[in-house]
């Protein structure tokens, strides 16, 4: 596993030199950035909020691997203080998700049939392993706010995006970390956690987020086009639809 600098081809990606920030002198925040639509909306709210942006992506090897390079291109637009790409092999290793294993993607599925069961696309632990490393860099860069994207509204039912697992981690990561037990304390943030997929649109659409920069499909092809038939395009077409926005999507023929 290796840390990589995401440089931005556009050379707009504000860098981190190598000092420590003084702590509590600026706002920072630490946001996860998959590059699909609910991240980048997160990252925009939580700069409208003030703050000063660090950026992770993680590269789990999944199938919809583009979207790490739609995380960079969000980055540069956002010109977050620092971009980190973090290389994370082990979920592919293990596999026995269809995100990350020859197992197939459903496909047309109605919003009964998505929320009814965890689907196959869900990747173990996941966001558990995420939050663990966003809490490490958090830690270090000496951001008390970290920022992820998860919605337990209109999505597939992870167990890993419901407010009882983000209350859980905060918990830990206060009583396990050096600047928690330092009355220091870690916040989890979830701007989008009890929003419909309509609202995230609007709210990101008013906070000038250019959503044609994202990647939503599990399983785009060569070209970067959406399938327009797996959960989360499923889900992003009808978030676009009720929100009366035009949906910037390219999907396949």
């Not at 920030?21 to 706002?27: D, G, H, L, Q």
């Not at 973090?86 to 049939?113: F, Y």
Request: net charge positive.
């Amino acid at each position: 596993m290796d840390w990589k600098i995401f440089v931005c081809k556009y050379n707009c990606t504000k860098l981190y030199g190598g000092r420590k920030p003084k702590e509590y002198k600026v706002a920072y925040a630490l946001v996860l950035l998959s590059g699909g639509l609910d991240s980048y909306t997160t990252a925009a709210l939580a700069m409208r909020q003030g703050f000063e942006l660090y950026a992770l992506t993680i590269f789990y090897h999944q199938r919809h691997h583009v979207e790490v390079e739609a995380a960079g291109k969000i980055a540069c637009k956002l010109k977050v203080k620092k971009h980190l790409v973090l290389n994370l092999d082990i979920l592919k290793a293990i596999g026995n998700s269809a995100l990350t294993d020859a197992i197939a993607v459903p496909e047309n599925r109605t919003d009964e049939q998505i929320s009814a069961e965890i689907p196959v696309t869900y990747v173990p632990a996941r966001n558990t392993i995420f939050l663990s490393y966003a809490l490490a860099w958090a830690e270090v860069i000496g951001a008390r706010d970290i920022f992820i994207g998860v919605n337990a509204v209109d999505y597939s039912g992870y167990p890993d995006c419901r407010p009882e697992f983000i209350e859980a981690f905060e918990r830990m990561a206060n009583l396990g970390t050096k600047a928690g037990v330092s009355n220091k304390p870690f916040t989890i943030r979830t701007p989008l956690i009890h929003l419909t997929k309509c609202e995230i649109i609007r709210q990101g659409y008013s906070a000038g987020c250019d959503y044609s920069l994202t990647v939503s499909c599990y399983q785009p092809d060569g070209a970067g086009r959406a399938c327009g038939k797996c959960d989360s395009c499923c889900l992003r077409k009808k978030g676009f639809l009720e929100a009366c926005i035009p949906d910037p999507t390219i999907y396949q023929k």
